[in-house]
């Protein structure tokens, strides 16, 4: 049984690991951004997956003290990335409900972002539909403080939440991220093709740049080209990679 105590160890003990998805942009051919993921490398254990711990750090609130250090991880290691003469690239890190509710929390991200030395353009922060839901009025005006210190926000798992389209057009977002539900059965589903389509073009109407997640095939790639998405994230591209591997992928030039 996993005790909260458990993981606040792991986070004294610097157990915690970011791996990194990359992003491929379809129209040049490159990576252009990575996606942040947590995972637990524990010293019995080996690797653990978030979906084993994330959900117990939700409801203790440890997952803002884990958010602060997945913050500050992803940051020093784009800057240091950019310092080893890498070309620049856009890190993408998932904010959770409690975290973005904290009060604090902006000016925690301004100050991450002034000790890491990290250009905010290279910072992306991916909010789920359900969490801008939970408020959208105090969302929307920290989405616009967020957007004042220059980072990039995402909304992430869209089409899964209840966002009404009018909410939508109030959101300082630059991009949308098709969950990987409605990608998953192209090209067997009518119904998810026919959604992430719309999906496509709704974020095209609204100037927003759109990735779709989870592309594991050919075929779904081909589909999404056809709809008009330029960027696909998913094991088509590649799984999450740790540091090491991620620099060695890019060093491939694509
Ligand atoms: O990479 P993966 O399958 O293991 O991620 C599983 C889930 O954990 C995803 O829903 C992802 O959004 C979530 N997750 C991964 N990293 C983080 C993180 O740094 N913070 C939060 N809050 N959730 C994360
Ligand atoms: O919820 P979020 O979108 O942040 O979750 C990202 C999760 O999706 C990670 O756990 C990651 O490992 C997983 N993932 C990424 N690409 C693929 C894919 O192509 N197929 C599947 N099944 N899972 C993926
Ligand atoms: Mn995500
Ligand atoms: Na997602």
């Given at each position: 049984l996993l005790r909260v105590e458990a993981l606040r160890h792991a986070l004294e003990q610097n157990e915690f690991v970011l791996h990194y998805q990359p992003q491929l942009d379809l129209a040049s051919g490159r990576i252009f951004a990575a996606e942040a993921l947590l995972r637990w490398n524990h010293p019995q254990q080996g690797l653990i997956s978030p979906c084993e711990f994330v959900p117990l750090a939700e409801e203790t609130g440890l997952i803002v003290e884990i958010g602060e250090w997945v913050l500050d991880a992803a940051c020093r290691q784009n800057r240091a990335w950019q310092d080893a003469g890498l070309p620049s690239l856009i890190v993408s890190v998932n904010v959770s409900a409690r975290q973005f509710a904290e009060k604090a929390w902006v000016s925690r991200v301004a100050r991450t972002l002034t000790e890491t030395g990290?250009?905010?353009?290279y910072l992306e922060l991916e909010l789920t539909e359900s969490l801008i839901m939970q408020d959208v009025p105090q969302a929307i005006a920290t989405m616009h403080e967020l957007e004042s210190l220059g980072v990039r926000l995402a909304i992430d798992d869209?089409?899964?939440?209840?966002?009404?389209l009018s909410a939508l057009k109030r959101f300082p977002v630059s991009r949308l991220k098709i969950d990987r539900s409605f990608v998953k059965d192209i090209p067997d589903d009518e119904d998810d093709m026919a959604i992430t389509a719309a999906i496509i073009s709704l974020a095209q109407k609204l100037k927003l740049d759109v990735i779709a997640e989870g592309v594991e095939t050919q075929e779904q790639l081909d589909f999404l080209r056809d709809a008009g998405c330029n960027e696909i994230q998913g094991y088509w591209v590649?799984?999450?990679?740790?540091p090491a591997a991620f620099v060695a992928r890019l060093a491939t030039g694509r």
């Open positions: 990290l250009d905010p353009q869209f089409g899964t939440g209840y966002s009404s590649s799984r999450p990679l740790p």
